[in-house]
């Protein structure tokens, strides 16, 4: 499962935002810094249908996310490997989706052009739930998306699945090369034991 955990991050990473600075000597790769991904994984990767909630604490600070998963999706597949159902969440910087899995992408480079390709022949009725916690603000009021501890409580249809409380594992890269600039990331990946 580790390869799909590094294909989710490197998913979240490509073509968002920067993360460098422009300097001629330094890569051109372009991140998503500052964020936290919350990756909830079901046995089998599967998931029933219902309306889940998603209660979290994201070091003291509350929000709820909801998603609601019909019979058809549930069992369906993606030709792309995205995100086949996005929830809603109290907060903007939140947000919650289920991912259906698919083969590790490929950084593909085209004249100096960098981006990842998602493999087809996704894995039919197999998903991950990501809730991802992005930077938010500008200027002064700018705040990380960076959170280093996370309380979940999951459930679907009022049945609780789940109860933990986690640290995500905050990674610094250069992604651009040494002296062009952080990246700063964090992840966790937590079992349900339903779904």
């Not at 909630?53 to 549930?74: F, N, P, Q, W």
């Not at 085209?110 to 990842?116: E, Q």
């Not at 979940?152 to 990674?171: F, H, I, N, R």
């Amino acid at each position: 499962m580790r390869f799909l955990l590094q294909l989710s991050l490197l998913a979240y990473a490509i073509a968002l935002g920067a993360c460098s600075n422009s300097s001629a000597e330094c890569g051109d790769l372009a991140l998503v810094c500052d964020n936290t991904l919350i990756i909830l994984q079901s046995p089998a990767n599967a998931w029933a249908a219902g309306m889940y909630s998603l209660h979290l604490s994201l070091d003291g600070r509350a929000a709820e996310c909801t998603l609601s998963l019909a019979d058809s999706v549930a069992s369906g597949t993606a030709s792309t490997g995205s995100r086949i159902v996005e929830g809603t969440c109290s907060e903007n910087d939140i947000t919650l989706e289920l991912v259906q899995l698919c083969p590790q992408s490929v950084v593909v480079c085209d004249a100096g052009v960098c981006g990842a390709r998602v493999g087809f022949n996704c894995f039919p009725g197999q998903f991950e739930m990501h809730a991802v916690v992005s930077a938010h603000g500008f200027g002064a009021d700018a705040k990380s998306g960076v959170v280093s501890e996370v309380a979940l409580d999951l459930s679907v249809d009022g049945t609780e699945l789940m109860q933990e409380s986690v640290s995500p594992k905050a990674t610094t890269a250069e992604p651009n090369g040494p002296g062009c600039g952080t990246c700063t990331t964090a992840a966790v990946t937590i079992s349900v034991a339903g779904g």
